[in-house]
């Protein structure tokens, strides 16, 4: 390492120099143009290699070097900043009508009739920041505060990779202090809580909150490690530098400065153009990486702006356009059960009506017994209700200081509320679901569409909208009553002529000659598909002795744990689902004995290995490629665990993948697959 008095070579200069250069346009591309030109690989390659340089050369480190974002001690407290020019709050506008007048109102006082050109943009719903750079180098940052005194926050907002250290460009202002808000995004705010979860900390209310709480950390690390984002949207204090005709060309100039801008931002005319951005936005809201509360519509010629002045605490130039509140204050009326087409037990929150996102709700999703009580919700507490877009309303959090005293925690009843089956929670698992699979009605159309599909007894021409038809009318009730089904019956269904009819009355006729593993598949176990129903039907042979198996016997089948084997015990113990089994049977579902796989004896056996298939193949299907493994001795399963012995991935693989590299499991590509089928064919 070279000392710090030592001369530093002048490549070694050149090449700080260059490198700087090419990180802060690395930079530039991602965070401002979104158009980033090299892989992360390569560029964190090139910020170690400035850091090493810079540790062997300490009097080349400078306070605008990108290795320098988080290099202050913590601080004690956060002193004052007084804004030279204040920080004005806008007025909301809730209504069309509302925006109408702020239209009007601007008309007015500038005395004209032609349309008013706004620039439009979305709003954040973040924390404001001014940032002050002089000669280009970033030297003071700010909160907004109370608009006028604020507090100095330099050393967090230099930790935010998106706020430039020294701006780019040779026409730079003498001092600037550009306007922006410092938002969190939906992922962050995501992973941030769940750190907070899984460490047994607070968390965060929401993404502003989390932000705010963020920029005032007095150690910058920390800050450092909350992912913050920043957009601009105007300017502060300026001098040495003519000021442009248009706030959209204002906000051009800070992108060539190298100060991120809202790509959303965008020049509309009048009234009409108003509504029709606030529209657009308002549909693209669920999809934005980040959280908005609205819109803002700003007068954009800048010397307009200067006439029409301010009041107080806002400008006559601009109003924000609020969306609909997403979060309102309600009360948990009842909590009931619903049982979806699977079988999930789902509770559901009975609220009192409350306007929340444009629209009156009254129920709200509680997903699952864990979430209601880490929530602790109880019937009777007050909540914190949430609507975003077209999401199903969920209850964000308990206010407990307002929880009366006869509140009781919800329970989970033993029983499901529409057939009476028993419910049931597999350990590990947040889901509880009822067993009346083949009997419960609330499951009873999705246990026909999966009883009829190809993979199962393989009906022909009976799909989904026949199913609906033949349940709506009460002609099925079980997969049994499928075989009790004239021709007659048929061709009364919609657009069923006597000859459809007929052809669909012999694929069922026709289904009732199948294969064990099929009509377990068929039947809808939970945890049960086809990989698993093909090993159940090998190892017993027969139904009679599959459904009076102990769980601990069903565990010597491969691949299957306590989970899966306490689900399949579960099903079979339910006197609804037997007597239809039975009924099945009666109805003439017959199937040969399986004979049990038998290894290939030449070559390398693929016995003992099991394989989970994932993605879409190219050159066989999902299916060849099952029969493939199973030929040749191996097995197959349906989620991949530490027995699994190869993933097989085609294209679009998904969680199994990375569930696969966690356990440590060989991934094959489909050339490597068909490469170890090859190996293990007879010589």
């Known amino acids: ?25 690395h930079n530039y591309r991602y965070y401002v143009l979104d158009t980033p030109s090299i892989p992360d690989a390569e560029y964190d390659r090139l910020f170690r290699e400035l850091s090493r340089l810079e540790q062997d050369y300490p009097q080349l480190v400078t306070a605008e070097s990108p290795t320098q974002r988080v290099g202050a001690v913590p601080l004690t407290a956060f002193e004052p900043v007084r804004h030279i020019v204040p920080m004005l709050s806008l ?20 005395n004209v009739d032609e349309e008013i050109e706004y620039s439009a943009e979305p709003k954040l719903d973040g924390v404001a920041v001014s940032i002050r750079y002089v000669n280009g180098l970033l030297t003071e940052g700010a909160t907004r505060g ?59 209310v929401n993404p502003r909150n989390a932000a705010a709480g963020s920029l005032r950390q007095l150690d910058p690390k920390v800050t450092a490690a909350r992912r913050l984002q920043v957009f601009f949207y105007g300017i502060g204090e300026l001098r040495g530098w003519r000021m442009p005709g248009r706030h959209s060309e204002m906000l051009h100039a800070l992108s060539q400065w190298g100060l991120r801008v809202n790509r959303l931002c965008e020049v509309v005319r009048g009234v009409g153009g108003c509504m029709a951005y606030y529209r657009r936005i308002a549909g693209l809201r669920s999809d934005l990486p980040f959280e908005i509360d609205g819109v803002v519509y700003k007068v954009d010629s800048l010397s307009r702006q200067e006439e029409l002045g301010s009041v107080s605490r806002s400008p006559r130039w601009a109003i924000a356009h609020k969306f609909p509140a997403e979060e309102e204050l309600t009360t948990v009326a009842a909590v009931d059960f619903q049982v979806g087409r ?46 975003a877009g077209d999401v199903i309303p969920e209850i964000v959090r308990v206010l407990p200081e307002r929880r009366p005293a006869d509140t009781r925690p919800v329970q989970l009843p033993p029983t499901c ?93 026709d289904s009732k000659n199948t294969t064990l593993a099929r009509f377990l598949f068929g039947l809808g176990i939970p945890e049960v598909g086809e990989a698993t129903a093909r090993s159940l039907a090998e190892h017993f042979g027969d139904l009679a002795t599959l459904q009076n198996t102990s769980p601990e016997r069903l565990q010597d089948v491969p691949d299957i744990g306590p989970v899966v084997a306490a689900e399949i015990h579960a099903f079979f113990r339910q006197e609804h689902n037997r007597e239809i089994l039975r009924k099945l049977r009666r109805a003439g579902i017959n199937y040969p004995r399986p004979q049990a796989t ?77 490469h170890l089928l090859k190996a293990t064919e007879d010589t």
């Open 342 to 387: 699977t079988g999930a037990v789902t509770p559901v929150a009975r609220l009192d009506p409350v306007f929340v996102g444009g629209v009156t709700i009254s129920n709200a999703t509680l997903h699952n017994m864990d979430e209601v009580a880490r929530k602790d919700i109880r019937v009777g507490d007050t909540v914190v209700v949430r609507r």
């Open 417 to 509: 509320p529409v057939c009476g089956s028993e419910i049931r929670r597999a350990a590990g698992r947040a889901v509880s679901r009822c067993m009346g699979g083949l009997y419960c009605p609330a499951q009873r159309k999705q246990a026909l569409k999966h009883f009829a599909s190809r993979q199962a007894l393989n009906i022909e021409g009976l799909g989904d909208r026949l199913v609906e038809q033949l349940v709506d009318r009460g002609l099925v009730q079980s997969p049994a009553d499928l075989y009790q089904l004239t021709t007659a019956d048929l061709a009364g269904l919609e657009r069923m002529g006597e000859k459809s009819a007929a052809k669909l009355t012999k694929a069922i006729a």
């Open 146 to 204: 109370d608009g006028f005194t604020g507090e100095d926050i330099t050393q967090n907002l230099r930790t935010l990779a998106a706020v430039p250290l020294r701006l780019r460009g040779a026409d730079l202002p003498e001092v600037i202090e550009a306007r922006g808000e410092v938002y969190l995004s939906k992922e962050a705010f995501r992973a941030l809580n769940q750190h907070a979860l899984n460490s047994g900390t607070k968390e965060f």
């Open 91 to 110: 007025d909301n506008a809730f209504s069309e009508e509302d925006v109408a007048a702020f239209d009007r109102r601007v008309r007015d006082r500038l």
């Open 1 to 25: 390492m070279a000392k710090a008095g030592s001369s530093v070579p002048s490549a070694v200069v050149q090449r700080v120099a260059r490198l700087r250069e090419e990180i802060d346009a």
């Open 598 to 674: 038998v290894a290939r004896s030449v070559g390398k056996s693929l016995t003992g290995k099991t394989f989970v298939i994932t993605g879409k193949l190219e050159n066989m299907t999902r299916e060849q490629a099952k029969e493939h493994i199973l030929e040749r001795g191996g097995t197959v399963a349906d989620a991949v665990s530490q027995k699994t012995s190869y993933l097989v991935c085609g294209l679009k693989p998904g969680s199994k993948r990375i569930k696969a590299e966690k356990h440590g499991v060989t991934v094959l590509d489909e050339d490597q697959f068909f």
